[in-house]
């Protein structure tokens, strides 16, 4: 128990220092002329663009790295970067974020004694707090556990917003009717009195790109949004800045880039390891939950994901609950592009794919125990696969 009051208190004091002192951005580095990646390649379009697509591409990219101020109404007051690109740049723009850019969410779970409540205000404990209106916030002393969140990657989510909601209800096995261990099942959401399938976020608590984008745009720099009535995104707040801070326009101008970012291309090794690894990636279980592909609007998208929800952390681990997203229970984070978005998991604590493989425990335990069967040179082949993806 005071081990883990200790890292609280850690944490909370982290918090508080970097509440006092601007976000360290590069500064903006985007513009209407920066040269425009060809297709396909990282931080460039998916396919080829007309030129008024183009433009309101190039427009989005610029809007993505726009680095907002306060008399913009940059926080609510609270916020975890000035610009999406703080936090997605790496190896380009749309990319995830370094282990400097985990953020905090706490909970109250008795120290592990009760199930999981959340803390008045919720659960999020964002990294900056502008002084100037409200001083500083520090995490309540209720808190009893805590979990980081990384910054994933952004590539190629036009194609997984394409994924057909059946494909992504037909890989469901909730009873376990194979008796394989592994129980998927879809978040759904509910939307403007509709129920929809979840698919963006660590619990897949957003259904559709363009609520990703409204949704961030609140909960990680505190901009408000229009309302367009699904509920996603901050709709005012108390700063002095009219609100909507953003227009429909920009909104759809970032969404419209994020449409078109072009997916993690293949590493394209011709090595025969590579080959084998791919054939024992499938034998030992692994494609359960990384399923290679789901069809799409405009053919199979490559994803390497189920895009449900599964508990690979096992009964001791505690976290985060959400309504239809149990402590431990997070999406199939897809495998395109691995090679490029070290470190792994939810929290970032796994930091090669040898670590993330070794760490599954929960509904994967009979895959990783045929990956243990392996030998040491099949294990690295597999490895290898999952690094060309």
Same mark, same amino acid.
């Given at each position: 128990m005071k081990r883990i009051l200790g890292v609280i208190i850690t944490v909370a004091v982290v918090v508080v220092v970097l509440s006092e002192s601007e976000p360290r951005g590069r500064g903006e580095i985007i513009g209407d002329n920066t040269p425009v990646p060809a297709v396909g390649e990282l931080g460039g379009p998916d396919r080829v663009l007309s030129p008024p697509e183009l433009t309101t591409w190039i427009e989005g990219r610029r809007l993505f790295d726009h680095d907002f101020h306060?008399?913009?109404?940059? %926080?609510?007051? &609270?916020?975890?970067?000035?610009?999406?690109?703080?936090?997605? *740049?790496?190896?380009?723009?749309?990319?995830? =974020?370094?282990?400097?850019?985990?953020?905090?969410?706490?909970?109250?779970?008795?120290?592990?004694?009760?199930?999981?409540?959340?803390?008045?205000?919720?659960?999020?404990?964002?990294?900056?707090?502008?002084?100037?209106? %409200?001083?500083? &916030?520090?995490?309540?002393?209720?808190?009893?556990?805590?979990? *980081?969140?990384?910054?994933?990657?952004?590539? =190629?989510?036009?194609?997984?917003?394409s994924i057909f909601e059946t494909a992504i209800l037909a890989g469901q096995d909730p009873t376990d009717a194979d008796g394989d261990g592994i129980f998927g099942v879809a978040r759904m959401v509910s939307v403007a009195g509709l129920v929809e399938v979840g698919r963006f976020g660590w619990k897949n608590q957003v259904p559709r790109l363009a609520d990703f984008v409204r949704?961030?745009?609140?909960?990680?720099?505190g901009i408000t949004v229009p309302d367009n009535g699904r509920g996603f995104g901050i709709l005012m707040d108390d700063d002095g800045t009219p609100d909507p801070e953003l227009t429909t326009q920009d909104l759809n101008k970032i969404a419209f880039f994020l449409q078109h970012l072009a997916p993690p291309p293949r590493a394209g090794s011709t090595d025969p390891a590579v080959a084998l690894g791919e054939t024992l990636f499938a034998q030992v279980g692994c494609v359960k939950c990384h399923k290679p592909s789901l069809p799409g609007l405009e053919g199979d998208v490559p994803l390497y994901s189920d895009l449900l929800l599964h508990n690979v952390l096992g009964p001791s681990f505690r976290g985060m609950a959400e309504p239809g997203a149990d402590v431990g229970m997070y999406g199939t984070p897809p495998l395109w592009g691995a090679r490029l978005s070290a470190p792994y998991f939810h929290d970032g604590r796994a930091e090669t794919i040898a670590d993330a493989i070794g760490m599954h425990q929960g509904?994967?335990?009979?895959?990783?125990?045929?990956?243990?069967?392996?030998s040491p040179s099949d294990q690295q082949a597999l490895i290898d696969f999952v690094m060309d993806l």
């Open positions: 306060m008399d913009e109404g940059l %926080g609510s007051p &609270e916020y975890n970067g000035d610009s999406c690109r703080a936090c997605h *740049q790496f190896p380009a723009i749309g990319g995830h =974020g370094g282990l400097d850019l985990n953020v905090s969410r706490f909970g109250d779970d008795g120290f592990g004694t009760q199930p999981f409540m959340n803390l008045p205000g919720g659960q999020a404990a964002s990294k900056f707090r502008r002084v100037d209106i %409200g001083g500083r &916030e520090e995490i309540p002393m209720n808190a009893t556990v805590f979990e *980081q969140r990384q910054t994933p990657p952004l590539f =190629g989510l036009g194609q997984v917003d949704d961030a745009m609140g909960g990680e720099c509904e994967a335990a009979g895959v990783i125990a045929a990956f243990n069967l392996l």
